[in-house]
């Protein structure tokens, strides 16, 4: 299915391409600005003026993978503690100011950054940035608002990680798959490590990576550049700059060069499922196009019912009931690229792994065809388009991308470098990270199955 692509002629496949690529081009769009404040704060501006919203988005650089040793989870826990309150606005002040005027909040932490965001109208942009502003250093902790707090992350881990069982399987596969670097632990960290997180230990993290000149204002939405920087340089502005912080430096992963398997079995567990997943390069550390081409490599093999995998092994064969694939592309330091499965019927679990295994062969072996690689460029770039079509998700994308070692200017010429990626460049790639030999695979598994035996203890 799917073969319009080969029937039209050079000269048709020549103008739809050119059409395509000028629809693309985000240079095309509204003019997005971006500038520094006196202080080093970088900020954003992307101005949608189809609804009367803004999304006000802070960025830190700093995230669980910039945790000190032995205190993993104190990024995620931070996050948690800056709702707080400060010395000018008492804890939940800063939250009924948001409802009152019928915004939303929150934030979130991940390997590389921790970000605090608030959707509202464009009258209210100024508020909150006075709020994040003053957040931003002038956070007031006591033991008093601490220890409850490390109560609800330790109850957050139970709930969200250690009851359920996929999570398990993917904390362990996690642990395993990274042997030096700290992406090796989850974001939330460790529970017996959370447990002994405290308020110097917040604090202390707070001092090293909370300061203007290590964060990033993107504001999307009914806004324009001028009010932005007039607001901010008043906000943000009035905040002095912290000392520099040396390069984000963090230990690498060694040579892969062994085949790792880990066995998880639970009761409740009814379907048996696996997971393959190897160390790959990432935006924020690949060679030029060697990222561009494994987020098409994870398209053509896992991106949804057009997919190879799909087709072969849920269409065609059907012997699963899902399967896929991913990259893990946007992060600072090299990241990883997964395939899964789990059967369907009389299949077994080994039938699946080895329908995957064989599919990653043929592209190492055989390559991609030219029209099957147009078809995954036009569909990864049509996703990443719709994710643009919304203030927050925009705010997100250009967040994620400058915390990750990306520029504006990078990031708007994404299109064009993904179109650029030649079948040869996809082979290379899977050829260079996907050794089978090379990987660290996941089961989890019923209890009693026969798959190496396990049982449920």
Same mark, same amino acid.
């Given at each position: 299915?799917?073969?319009?692509?080969?029937?039209?002629?050079?000269?048709?496949?020549?103008?739809?391409?050119?059409?395509?690529?000028?629809?693309?081009?985000?240079?095309?769009?509204?003019?997005?600005?971006?500038?520094?404040?006196?202080? #080093?704060?970088?900020?954003?501006?992307?101005?949608?003026?189809?609804?009367?919203?803004?999304?006000?988005?802070?960025?830190?650089?700093?995230?669980?993978?910039?945790?000190?040793?032995?205190?993993?989870?104190?990024?995620?826990?931070?996050?948690?503690?800056?709702?707080?309150?400060?010395?000018?606005?008492?804890?939940?002040?800063?939250?009924?100011?948001?409802?009152?005027?019928?915004?939303?909040?929150?934030?979130?932490?991940?390997?590389?950054?921790?970000?605090?965001?608030?959707?509202?109208?464009?009258?209210?942009?100024?508020?909150?940035?006075?709020?994040?502003?003053?957040?931003?250093?002038?956070?007031?902790?006591?033991?008093?608002?601490?220890?409850?707090?490390?109560?609800?992350?330790?109850?957050?881990?139970?709930?969200?990680?250690?009851?359920?069982?996929?999570?398990?399987?993917?904390?362990?596969?996690?642990?395993?798959?990274?042997?030096?670097?700290?992406?090796?632990?989850?974001?939330?960290?460790?529970?017996?490590?959370?447990?002994?997180?405290?308020?110097?230990?917040?604090?202390?993290?707070?001092?090293?990576?909370?300061?203007?000149?290590?964060?990033?204002?993107?504001?999307?939405?009914?806004?324009?550049?001028?009010?932005?920087?007039?607001?901010?340089?008043?906000?943000?502005?009035?905040?002095?700059?912290?000392?520099?912080?040396?390069?984000?430096?963090?230990?690498?992963?060694?040579?892969?060069?062994?085949?790792?398997?880990?066995?998880?079995?639970?009761?409740?567990?009814?379907?048996?499922?696996?997971?393959?997943?190897?160390?790959?390069?990432?935006?924020?550390?690949?060679?030029?196009?060697?990222?561009?081409?494994?987020?098409?490599?994870?398209?053509?093999? #896992?991106?949804?019912?057009?997919?190879?995998?799909?087709?072969?092994?849920?269409?065609?064969?059907?012997?699963?009931?899902?399967?896929?694939?991913?990259?893990?592309?946007?992060?600072?330091?090299?990241?990883?690229?997964?395939?899964?499965?789990?059967?369907?019927?009389?299949?077994?679990?080994?039938?699946?792994?080895?329908?995957?295994?064989?599919?990653?062969?043929?592209?190492?072996?055989?390559?991609?065809?030219?029209?099957?690689?147009?078809?995954?460029?036009?569909?990864?770039?049509?996703?990443?388009?719709?994710?643009?079509?919304?203030?927050?998700?925009?705010?997100?994308?250009?967040?994620?991308?400058?915390?990750? #070692?990306?520029?504006?200017?990078?990031?708007?010429?994404?299109?064009?470098?993904?179109?650029?990626?030649?079948?040869?460049?996809?082979?290379?790639?899977?050829?260079?990270?996907?050794?089978?030999?090379?990987?660290?695979?996941?089961?989890?598994?019923?209890?009693?199955?026969?798959?190496?035996?396990?049982?449920?203890?």
């Amino acid at each position: 299915m799917g073969t319009g692509m080969d029937q039209i002629s050079p000269l048709q496949a020549s103008r739809t391409l050119e059409a395509a690529t000028a629809s693309e081009d985000w240079r095309r769009g509204p003019e997005i600005a971006s500038f520094l404040l006196d202080n #080093g704060m970088e900020v954003v501006v992307i101005p949608d003026h189809r609804m009367p919203i803004v999304t006000h988005m802070v960025w830190y650089k700093a995230g669980g993978a910039d945790e000190p040793p032995g205190r993993s989870g104190i990024a995620h826990f931070l996050e948690h503690l800056m709702f707080k309150g400060t010395r000018n606005h008492p804890a939940g002040e800063f939250d009924a100011r948001v409802a009152e005027i019928g915004g939303r909040q929150n934030a979130f932490t991940g390997f590389d950054y921790t970000a605090y965001h608030q959707m509202v109208t464009p009258e209210a942009l100024g508020t909150m940035m006075e709020y994040e502003a003053d957040r931003m250093r002038h956070l007031l902790l006591t033991d008093e608002v601490v220890a409850p707090e490390r109560e609800v992350v330790r109850e957050e881990r139970r709930m969200r990680y250690e009851n359920e069982p996929h999570a398990c399987l993917d904390e362990a596969l996690r642990a395993t798959l990274y042997q030096n670097h700290p992406y090796r632990i989850r974001v939330i960290g460790w529970m017996h490590e959370i447990e002994q997180l405290n308020r110097e230990d917040a604090l202390a993290f707070y001092d090293r990576y909370y300061h203007p000149n290590n964060a990033i204002l993107v504001v999307a939405g009914d806004v324009d550049s001028t009010t932005v920087r007039k607001l901010a340089e008043k906000t943000y502005g009035a905040i002095p700059r912290g000392g520099d912080l040396p390069p984000r430096v963090r230990p690498q992963e060694p040579k892969q060069d062994t085949k790792r398997t880990i066995v998880l079995t639970d009761p409740r567990v009814t379907v048996p499922e696996f997971e393959k997943s190897w160390v790959t390069t990432s935006y924020g550390s690949s060679e030029p196009g060697e990222a561009e081409a494994l987020d098409l490599l994870s398209e053509l093999l #896992g991106g949804g019912w057009h997919s190879r995998l799909y087709q072969e092994l849920v269409v065609k064969r059907g012997i699963a009931g899902t399967a896929g694939a991913y990259f893990n592309g946007t992060s600072l330091d090299p990241s990883s690229f997964g395939v899964y499965g789990a059967p369907r019927g009389d299949a077994t679990i080994e039938e699946v792994e080895n329908a995957i295994d064989d599919e990653v062969e043929k592209i190492i072996a055989g390559g991609v065809t030219g029209p099957e690689l147009e078809r995954a460029k036009s569909h990864l770039i049509r996703s990443m388009i719709f994710r643009r079509d919304s203030p927050a998700g925009v705010a997100m994308l250009y967040g994620k991308a400058l915390t990750t #070692g990306r520029t504006v200017d990078d990031l708007h010429a994404w299109p064009l470098r993904i179109r650029a990626v030649t079948p040869k460049d996809v082979q290379s790639a899977a050829r260079k990270y996907l050794n089978l030999d090379h990987s660290v695979t996941g089961y989890l598994l019923p209890c009693e199955t026969s798959v190496s035996g396990a049982k449920c203890q």
